[in-house]
């Protein structure tokens, strides 16, 4: 290989390598792109690279934490506001029980999931474990209620964070849908930067929310010790009085709302390969540290609200946490501090979906039950198909739902209870199976973390399955089956094209029909004719007219240019098709050898500027749109461009 431009590759004893340089465009509109997403999504990173990107501890706490921990902002007052319905003294009397239950289940499946992160620590989470230990169509359920998950977690933590916002700036409140969806896009733009990046930028807010809402939480303790907590607020629009009736129906459902809480946590178990080593133990720790925060805080706002006796808004428009905040320390600067911070953080937990779902992606894209663009990583290293994808549906989940909490919470939790189910099933089946040290007290573990995640997801299911949990459960199917269907489909491709490693291969020596179109003789088509002569089989211009009229007239213009160096073949199209004329012309070529390979090849037009494209029919490229499905057939197109050199005689093209 002679190297043209040095600073497009450079030797080494493994081959040639691409340098950066080797990707940049060579046009000028195609620089200022590459400019601009150069600025938006930073330079390319190679993939040796990839070991600097992963995150320590804090970082990794801002990047896969921060939804499960966010949760805390919002969990309280969605149980409350299904108590509401029975009266406000229920809120008052067990909103907190249910907080405690929470917050046991939590602590049962952090302590499982330890021992997920232990035994794989390559990742995966429940898919792996789930189709390793229980079978493939297990690990696909699970595998499907999670990527349904992640869809919802963006779009319930972008509206909750808006809904921190427009409590604060009530004026804000028409336009929370728009709002919703630029911060999806910011959110995006981060993402394909990489995630070591996207976490600095992020860790930040994640720390400023803990020590805001921490150090609001031991005030409030503090005036609660000392017999000064303040009357309670009154919400922009109370709920009606409640019925005075609780019943289990409604209890549930307020038990299923406040368990959004335990959303987030499979992140982690998901990207441990993202940590610095030790990858494993970086893990566990991150996962420990975000049940520690997220429990301190559900509590403390649970315990001060029924303290105070805050009851949920009815309207939407300002939140518990806005309502607890005001009660305590007023309107003033650290108000502000609170409910911005709760509002970036909230944000910012949909940044563990786009951390989470494009690596399970991934994962399933390298088994094949996934398009493989998902398994491939962007320019900064990023899975940027997965990223995408995710914020494409999410944003269309918020502007459906109005970026609702309340809307979006009923669809919540169901998925993510299953996935967990199915992870700790399958740990109880791995530690049965293989019985190394400690085996009955991990399998003791994960089993009651099976049974208490499945007891939620039935709870879950049943009690908002009319809300709209519905929709979650019938989807679920369906996703397996298309997720099914794509695993099938490369499969059987794959069985189609394997070569085996040890047979013999030999080359078949096969003169193709070589068809040039031509629908004008000029320099473009008689480079075409020139690089078909050049190729090695049976060559067929053929020109497709409209009339007899016009068939004779190009008949003759070839004469006079071509001669008889190269045979035309005219067809007259009355209906004035192009497209089908030429695929029943090939077909009649050989049809008693279906299997010849054909070549077309089509002479293109390039102009010099993009606009002028406009000015052109494309009719090339609608050819090899059409072609494109053919059997046996391949297109080779030969472009030219105004001052292209003319290796050509002009007097005939052979």
Request: glycine share 8%; aromatic share 8%.
């Amino acid at each position: 290989m002679r190297i043209v431009r040095p600073a497009d590759f450079r030797r080494t004893p493994g081959g040639f390598v691409a340098t950066e340089r080797a990707l940049e465009p060579a046009g000028g509109l195609g620089r200022a792109w590459a400019s601009v997403r150069r600025l938006l999504i930073g330079r390319r990173l190679a993939t040796e690279e990839e070991q600097q990107e992963r995150v320590s501890v804090p970082v990794g706490l801002a990047v896969f934490a921060s939804d499960n921990i966010s949760s805390s902002a919002y969990a309280t007052e969605e149980a409350m506001r299904i108590l509401a319905l029975a009266g406000a003294g229920f809120v008052a009397a067990l909103t907190m029980p249910l907080t405690v239950a929470i917050v046991a289940i939590l602590a049962i499946v952090v302590l499982s999931y330890h021992q997920v992160i232990r035994a794989y620590p390559q990742g995966g989470g429940s898919y792996v474990v789930a189709s390793e230990n229980l079978g493939v169509p297990y690990g696909l359920v699970a595998a499907s209620a999670l990527l349904v998950d992640y869809f919802l977690t963006v779009a319930v933590s972008v509206a909750a964070g808006v809904a921190a916002l427009t409590s604060a700036v009530p004026d804000l409140l028409p336009q929370r849908v728009l709002i919703s969806v630029a911060v999806v896009l910011v959110l995006t733009t981060a993402n394909l930067r990489g995630i070591r990046e996207s976490g600095r930028v992020f860790a930040v807010p994640t720390y400023v929310y803990l020590v805001s809402m921490l150090g609001l939480l031991l005030y409030g303790l503090w005036r609660a010790g000392a017999g000064d907590l303040p009357a309670p607020p009154t919400p922009p629009q109370p709920f009606p009085p409640g019925s005075g009736e609780l019943s289990i129906l409604l209890l549930l459902r307020a038990f299923a709302s406040g368990s959004v809480a335990l959303t987030g946590t499979e992140a982690v178990a998901n990207g441990v390969q993202a940590f610095k080593a030790p990858e494993p133990r970086n893990a566990r720790i991150v996962i420990t540290l975000m049940g520690a925060f997220f429990a301190s805080i559900f509590l403390g706002i649970s315990y001060l609200s029924t303290r105070i006796g805050i009851q949920p808004d009815l309207s939407e428009a300002e939140t518990v946490n806005s309502l607890l905040t005001r009660s305590l320390v007023g309107t003033g600067w650290y108000y502000l501090l609170v409910q911005a911070s709760t509002a970036v953080l909230l944000v910012l937990a949909a940044n563990t979906a786009f951390n989470g779902f494009p690596r399970l992606a991934s994962i399933m894209a390298v088994d094949r039950f996934m398009p493989r663009q998902f398994a491939q990583r962007g320019d900064r290293l990023a899975f940027s198909t997965g990223i995408i994808a995710l914020a494409l549906v999410s944003s269309l989940l918020i502007v459906a739902y109005g970026a609702s909490v309340t809307g979006l919470i009923p669809l919540y939790t169901v998925g993510v209870f299953i996935a967990f189910t199915l992870s700790q099933a399958g740990m109880v089946r791995r530690w049965l199976r293989e019985r190394g040290r400690g085996w009955l007290a991990s399998a003791a573990i994960n089993g009651l973390g099976a049974t208490a995640t499945g007891v939620v997801a039935v709870v879950v299911a049943a009690s908002k399955f009319e809300a709209g949990a519905w929709m979650v459960v019938a989807i679920l199917p369906l996703l397996v089956a298309l997720l099914w269907s794509i695993h099938r489909h490369y499969r059987s491709i794959e069985d189609r094209l394997l070569i085996a490693s040890t047979a013999p291969v030999r080359v078949a020596d096969v003169r193709p029909l070589i068809v040039v179109p031509i629908s004008r003789i000029d320099r473009a088509s008689l480079r075409a004719l020139a690089v078909a002569k050049g190729l090695s089989g049976d060559v067929h211009a053929m020109h497709i007219s409209y009339d007899a009229e016009g068939a004779r007239a190009f008949q003759r213009r070839w004469a006079q240019v071509v001669g008889d160096a190269l045979r035309l073949d005219t067809v007259i199209s009355p209906y004035r098709a192009l497209r089908s004329p030429l695929v029943r012309y090939i077909d009649a070529l050989d049809p008693r050898r279906p299997e010849r390979p054909i070549i077309v090849v089509l002479a293109e037009f390039v102009p010099r500027h993009w606009w002028e494209f406009l000015l052109h029919n494309q009719t090339a490229l609608l050819l090899k749109l059409r072609l494109f499905t053919r059997r046996n057939t391949s297109v080779l197109d030969v472009p030219y461009r105004l001052g292209d050199t003319d290796a050509l005689d002009e007097r005939r093209p052979g």
